[in-house]
């Protein structure tokens, strides 16, 4: 499969976002034989086999940033990525794009990270599926944004997205959108709060989301 390495970093952030931009046209199945767990995805569809692919790639190479050579992060029980000890990480991939970042471990911190790429929603599209990812309260501030609904509500998607990937790690166990509120959203930053526990995290504790504009897409990442 054609793919395209860069790294990158968002606004304050100061990790580093591996990207891979890949062609699935090119995607061939002998491909897939580059990862250790390649048999769990004979059934999936060529976009599907091209994106995870594309994933572990970025993830194989954030990876590598940090010393830790020729790792592939295998699938978890609840299908999540398997990192090394001593380090975690997040991945996300979007039409032809899949980014990685990695951070170290710590048995001390509760520590995590999620990101998400996400096509900016249509108009038409938003003006449906909004109830699905935000309540009135929460409308209530996207609108108060000089940002256009549709392109706000792609960014409160983005981010509860990746607040899900940060926490799960400590969370166990999956939770829908309404766990978290967007209580805040200026040009660089996002603020979500819990709407209730979730493992060690407790009710009303705040996360700051950064994000940023890439053309047709919004990116999102949080690191506890």
Not at 30 to 52: F, G, M, S, T, Y
């Amino acid at each position: 499969m054609n793919t395209q390495l860069t790294h990158f970093s968002l606004c304050d952030a100061t990790q580093t976002i591996v990207r891979v931009d890949f062609d699935a046209v090119t995607f061939q199945p002998d491909d897939l034989l580059l990862l250790p767990h390649h048999k769990r995805l004979e059934n999936a569809v060529r976009q599907r086999k091209a994106e995870h692919l594309a994933g572990r790639i970025a993830a194989c190479e954030a990876l590598r940033l940090h010393g830790i050579s020729h790792h592939i992060p295998g699938i978890g029980l609840h299908r999540e990525p398997c990192w090394p000890p001593g380090f975690t990480g997040s991945m996300t991939h979007s039409g032809n794009v899949a980014l990685a970042t990695v951070i170290a471990d710590s048995a001390q911190m509760r520590v995590g990270i999620g990101i998400d790429c996400a096509e900016i929603i249509t108009p038409d599209v938003a003006g449906e599926i909004y109830p699905g990812i935000i309540d009135s309260a929460e409308r209530e501030v996207l609108c108060s944004t000089a940002l256009p609904f549709h392109y706000a509500l792609t960014l409160a998607f983005s981010a509860k997205e990746s607040l899900f990937k940060a926490l799960f790690r400590h969370v166990g166990r999956y939770f829908d959108f309404s766990a978290a509120s967007i209580r805040k959203i200026d040009d660089k930053h996002l603020i979500l709060t819990l709407n209730h526990s979730l493992g060690p995290f407790k009710k009303e504790i705040k996360f700051k989301v950064i994000w940023e504009s890439h053309a047709a897409q919004l990116i999102t990442l949080i690191q506890l």
